[in-house]
């Protein structure tokens, strides 16, 4: 069974601290995924990656950024939380052959106060 | 750009009841991927189905099946026989077949499963 685990399921961060978001996943697969998901609006794409150091920009990159320096391995970074980023995290993983499902973690929810 | 429509925010259905969840999209690709992903209560994220644009059946796993109308832009999930473990958020998603394999996502519906 793929597994996608994310280093906390709650985390509380006040206003402009650097918040570091992990996300390991143990099938070798190439892509990751940061998604962030609020009511009414579904989920989000933040930040993608299909190999290591590379990273390519979603939907909603502002006042985000990622690392990949092992292919397990995708963290995103908040480099100056703000309350707007409270919500709930969601990391994902997939082999490169297109079409194939994403495999989600359990989510971080984020309060940022 | 693509974008996907859920316009059913909340819906619930009696349990060994069949219930449909509607979805439409919009994009200009002529071949993608369809997917409704469900998400229970405090659990992860996991698939449901998948659809092939390109193929004209439908479908179908167990007690879920798609009605897959390309023309019309619409992918709707059925569910069949529902149980209590069918009460989650269900999302549509739609993937490009070319370019990057990241998922546009509907704003999901919450399925209630009444005993």
């Known amino acids: 069974d793929v597994k996608v685990t994310q280093s906390s399921r709650y985390l509380v961060k006040r206003t402009g601290e650097k918040v570091f978001l992990e996300c390991v996943q143990d099938m070798d697969h190439e892509n990751m995924f940061w998604y962030r998901q609020d009511p009414g609006l579904g989920l989000r794409l933040i930040y993608f990656s299909y190999d290591v150091k590379m990273k390519e920009k979603g939907d909603i990159p502002e006042g985000y950024s990622v690392s990949r320096e092992k292919k397990e391995r995708f963290s995103l970074i908040l480099e100056s939380a703000s309350t707007n980023q409270t919500s709930m995290y969601l990391c994902a993983s997939s082999l490169i052959s297109q079409g194939y499902e994403q495999y989600f973690g359990p989510g971080t929810r984020l309060t940022v106060t | 750009a693509q974008t996907v429509t859920q316009s059913q925010p909340e819906m619930s259905v009696q349990e060994a009841e069949t219930v449909t969840l509607s979805c439409t999209y919009d994009?200009?690709?002529?071949?993608?991927?369809l997917f409704w992903y469900k998400q229970p209560p405090s659990r992860q994220m996991i698939l449901v189905i998948r659809?092939?644009?390109?193929?004209?059946q439908n479908a179908t796993e167990n007690r879920f099946s798609v009605n897959f109308q390309k023309a019309a832009k619409s992918f709707s999930l059925k569910i069949s026989d529902s149980q209590l473990g069918d009460t989650a958020m269900y999302f549509c998603a739609f993937m490009k077949q070319t370019g990057a394999n990241n998922l546009f996502f509907g704003t999901g519906t919450r399925l209630t499963v009444i005993p």
């Open positions: 994009t200009s690709e002529s071949n993608y991927y």
């Open positions: 659809q092939e644009a390109y193929k004209q």
